[in-house]
Structures are given as structure tokens and as C-alpha cells.
């Protein structure tokens, strides 16, 4: 028997994304990211619902042409059902349930938080897959999570933020820093040239495995406020800023994933998301395998923001147990694990 081909559509926030997966092998990723959001120093949800619409049919084209593929070949369509912006969503939900009627094969709704965690379950050469059960750490612009994961379809949140996720401090605080949109990247890369320990900022003391990132966000505003008087503070020392920022929100997301891993005794951990694109993020990561005897799994970078192949992954599990979806379905904001 052939294996499905199964075209994935992500769209739950502001890049437009189609991929095609056979089986665990991926055969397209493409991408679009909107860039009009700069303008604003953060996502404008309207702005972006508009750019689905203009990106969504150019995007899914290509992938199936890179794909070398015809529509006719496909067998399944998942697409994003949540969470995210609802008027990103519905622009993907709307056109996969539409593809999914024109072309009579069934349709997949996935968790975009799932998405990220099965990114690492994509079939490629030296990539390796998590055995059960595992950690994993989302943390992107929009959530921050420590998920127990049993199976592929038993997952349990065992802590989140109750504030600001990692990625949305990286880009508020980048934003008083005079960082265009988003800044974490930037961050980053200017982190290398400072000194991490130039500047401390207070880690939230919470008991159990949740975060809080809005006081990080704050006193750091508070402490670029008490030197104004020397207007060229923070471009004089904007590479220890940036060392010092992403030295505190590693810490506090790292705190928390090694006290999971003392709660649970589970020792297979990985990261996903946005964030976990971050250089300084993947090597402390990689440094648990030594201090806490794990064994960790880090994504390819191009898995780690927003794209379709994680989505299509997703809906090849789904295609495999025959968790298809009505044509009822409708996009959620809100969409719990």
C-alpha cells in the first residue's frame, strides 16, 4: 500500500506556511513571513488575517510543486485549528476544510502547541527521535509550556506561564531597548559580544513548575528608566543588556525544567518553539545531558518557528489512527492541549 501523502496548512499566527509529508518525510516546507508587522513593533491581527488571504494559495502551490506532486495526490489535509489569532486561523481553517470538499480525502485539525512538540518526529537523517515518555519545553512569542508526554496523544501541561510567554518578554523588552520587531534574534546575536552577568534582574520564585515573565519585563524597564539621565546608556551598553536579559529568562525557564525532571524522574527532555532557536537556549539545554545525566532532543532550526511541516507530521499520526475531522469543525483561539 502507497504511503498518504498529507498537505499541512499553519496559519495561527503571522507567517503563512504549507507543507507536504509522506509518511514521516517531509517533501516541502515553505514559508511566507509578513513583514509589515515591523511597522508596529508587534503583531496586528487584521493586518495579518489579510496577508493569509493574499499568502495562503501562492504558498500551498509551491509547496506541491516542490513537492513534485499533483493536488490529485494527496490523501489527507491537516491544517492548524489552534491556538492562535482567530482571523489567522480562519483563513486556514476556512480554505483547508474548502481543498478538503474539492478534493473528497479527509481533513486533520491539529494543535499548533502539538505541532511544535512532534516537530522532532519528523523522519531525517541524523535527527532523533524522543522515546516515550518525555519533557518537553515549548516556548515561543505566544506560550511557554513544560508538557508530559506519554504518547503521541496523551500529553498533559505540567506548567505554563501565568503572564508574558519567553518569546513575548524577548520582544517587549527589545522593544525599550530600541529593537525592531521581533527582537530575539537580535538579542541573541548581540548577547555574544556581553557579559551575562553584567546586569541581574530577579527570577520569579513560583513553587511549582509555572512561570512568570512579566516582572522580568518590568524591572528591566524600571532599571532603563533610573538611567535616563545618560541618554546614551543603553547603546553604550546594549551587548551586556542583551547578555544580561537572555541570561535571566534561560535561567528562569531552565529552573523549571529541572525541577520537572526532579518531579517526574523522567530523564528524555526537549525543546521547542520559536525560542528554542536561541543559541545560548540550546547550549544550557544541551549542558543537562552532563549536570542532570538526561538525555535531550533540540530541533532543527528550521522546525523551531511557525511552519507546516510540524503541522503535517501531526496529521500523518492522525492519518495512521484514523482521527479525521468533520467538515463542521471551526477555528479556536483558544485550544488546550
Known amino acids: 500500500m502507497k504511503t498518504p501523502i498529507i498537505l499541512g496548512i499553519e496559519s495561527s499566527c503571522d507567517d503563512t506556511s504549507a507543507a507536504i509529508i509522506q509518511g514521516r518525510k517531509i517533501l516541502s516546507n515553505v514559508v511566507s513571513t509578513q513583514k509589515v508587522h515591523q511597522n508596529y513593533g508587534g503583531v496586528v491581527p487584521e493586518l495579518a488575517s489579510r496577508a493569509h488571504l493574499q499568502n495562503i494559495v501562492p504558498v500551498i502551490d509551491q509547496a506541491i510543486q516542490l513537492a513534485n506532486i499533483t493536488k490529485k495526490d494527496i490523501n489527507a489535509i491537516a491544517f492548524t485549528r489552534g491556538p492562535g489569532l482567530l482571523g489567522s486561523l480562519l483563513v486556514g481553517t476556512s480554505f483547508a476544510k474548502s481543498l478538503a470538499m474539492a478534493l473528497n480525502v479527509p481533513l486533520l485539525e491539529v494543535n499548533h502547541m502539538q505541532g511544535h512538540i512532534f516537530a522532532h518526529f519528523i523522519e531525517e537523517d541524523n535527527l532523533e527521535s524522543p522515546s516515550f515518555p518525555f519533557l518537553c519545553l515549548t516556548v515561543s512569542g505566544g506560550h511557554t509550556q ?16 501565568l503572564d508574558d510567554a519567553a518569546g513575548e518578554a524577548f520582544d517587549k523588552i527589545g522593544k525599550l531597548m530600541g529593537l525592531n520587531y521581533p527582537a530575539g534574534a537580535m538579542i541573541d546575536q548581540l548577547a555574544q559580544l556581553g557579559d551575562p552577568e553584567k546586569y541581574k534582574f530577579p527570577i520569579p520564585k513560583l513553587e511549582d513548575l509555572n512561570f512568570s515573565f512579566s516582572g522580568i519585563k518590568t524591572s528591566v524597564m524600571y532599571f532603563l528608566q533610573k538611567n535616563q539621565n545618560n541618554p546614551s546608556f543603553i547603546s553604550e551598553n546594549l551587548n551586556d543588556l542583551c547578555a544580561s536579559v537572555q541570561n535571566t529568562i534561560i535561567k528562569a525557564l531552565l529552573v523549571k525544567v529541572e525541577k520537572a525532571v526532579e518531579i517526574t524522574k523522567i530523564k528524555n527532555i526537549a525543546i521547542a518553539g520559536g525560542v528554542s532557536a536561541n543559541s545560548e537556549l540550546r547550549k544550557k539545554f544541551k549542558n543537562l545531558e552532563i549536570t542532570h545525566n538526561c538525555k535531550t532532543y533540540i530541533p532543527k532550526l528550521e522546525y523551531t518557528s511557525d511552519n507546516a511541516a510540524m503541522i503535517a507530521v501531526v496529521g500523518s499520526l492522525k492519518y495512521e489512527r484514523h482521527l479525521f475531522t468533520n467538515l463542521n469543525i471551526s477555528a479556536s483561539a483558544r485550544y488546550n492541549l
Open 146 to 161: 513544560i508538557v508530559k508526554v506519554n504518547d503521541y496523544f496523551s500529553l498533559e501541561v505540567l506548567g505554563e506561564t
